[in-house]
């Protein structure tokens, strides 16, 4: 009698047991998705650091792997003035494209840290400068002494239909947690 119960049990359980889903609720409810970024066109001041650095000659720490700033990839470049490679590349960026938000990086009379010498001399560099087409600029180097930060430069530029390119420095100044551009390279 055991063994007959056991051949009408046994292929009842092994019939149960093949099923897929058997005895398994159905979860009809999708996946959650992961949530979309949109990255705005260009890097912003949220987004954006300076290249690292290494010990250079001299003093100077040289940026490593520095991409070059271009008109093409100056749209929509807004790196900040919350270092000192944000706060040069926003006046260049501007530059670029054409626009005044390039007065934003610059010191002014406004601020009683500048002397007059200093906005003097950067008034001239800046009318020096007024016709200048930037075709690339590219961060070098920087150096700095107690207050100051001098970040040399390789840039490319028109001018009366001519090219030109070298390294030169700009000079920027931090006050109160914000770096402004003292000097321009000229």
Known sequence: ?????LWIL??????CTNQKEAHV??????????????TPPGPTAAAWTPPKTEPGDDGWERYVDAPSLTPATAAGFTPGFDTPEGALLSFYASKMRGDDAWRAALADGKNPAFG???????????DHSKDWKY???RLVG???KDEELWIKIYMKIEFNGKLDDGEDEATLVN??????????PT
């Open 10 to 15: 046994f292929p009842a359980l092994a019939a």
């Open 1 to 5: 009698m055991k063994s007959v119960l």
């Open 25 to 38: 609720p159905k979860n009809d409810t999708p996946p959650p998705r992961e949530a979309t970024v949109v």
């Open 175 to 184: 006050v109160g947690g914000r770096w402004y551009v003292l000097s321009i």
């Open 142 to 144: 920087k150096k700095s």
């Open 116 to 126: 007059k010498g200093d906005l003097d001399r950067l008034n001239r560099k800046l």
């Open 135 to 137: 075709l690339e600029v």
